[in-house]
């Protein structure tokens, strides 16, 4: 989660710069557009953690600040930087791309595209990954289904390899799960082993 620090300067403490060097050293990013600062956050107890640091080394600058978690108060909630902001949710990085907005925009809208085309392309990937999960799910269902009737009638290992749709590693480690189990047994039938469900 993020964690924002909203700042208040005063003119008789210390220049926004120094206050700006304090808050870079202990991780904090620039937030466009308000006197703020954001940083990523495990939860609300490393937040409590980094403003005790942060209480300690703005320590004599003369300088108010208001934590918040969520969004950075006195934030436009509405208008442009608050419409890059919400880019976040497609795996896009709302300063890094504010940042090119505000001195290129041909360059923003490429990034953006490069950026929004392979959050695209991950969401098509994961679709194709539980699609072929979900098909290799079924295509085993469909082979036990069959090796289970194929046993009914009794087959050597040969004649199971003709007609289940499997691999022979599979269906030899399947064969003996299945004699483990007591579900089928191996006969001794001439030089051939046929194996019967029971």
């Known amino acids: 989660m993020k964690a924002y620090i909203r700042v208040i300067y ?19 990013r620039k937030v466009p557009g308000v006197p703020g600062y954001e940083i990523d956050v495990l939860n609300e ?22 934590p918040t ?10 208008g442009y930087r608050q419409r890059v902001i919400k880019l976040r949710d497609l795996n896009m990085e709302p300063m890094e791309l504010s940042g090119l ?25 994961e679709r194709q990954d539980e699609m072929a999960v979900a098909e290799a799910k079924v295509m085993a269902e469909r082979a036990r289904v069959m090796l289970m009737d194929q046993l009914k009638e009794g087959r050597t290992f040969h004649e199971l390899l003709k007609a289940v749709p499997i691999e022979e590693d599979e ?16 006969e001794q039938k001439g030089r051939s082993v046929v194996y019967v469900a029971v």
Do not use: C, N, W
Not at 10 to 28: H, L
Not at 69 to 78: D, K, R, W
């Open 171 to 186: 269906l030899s480690q399947r064969l003996l799960e299945l004699v483990e189990k007591g579900a089928i047994r191996a």
């Open 101 to 125: 907005l505000e001195q290129d925009a041909s360059k923003f809208k490429e990034v953006a595209h490069e950026k929004l085309e392979a959050y695209l392309d991950s969401i098509i990937a």
């Open 10 to 28: 005063s003119s008789d403490g210390s220049s926004p710069g120094q206050v700006d060097s304090v808050f870079q050293g202990k991780g904090f």
């Open 69 to 78: 978690l969520g969004t950075v108060e006195g934030q436009p909630t509405s």
């Open 45 to 66: 107890g490393e937040m409590v953690q980094l403003l005790e640091e942060l209480h300690v080394a703005l320590k004599g600058l003369a300088v108010r600040y208001t």
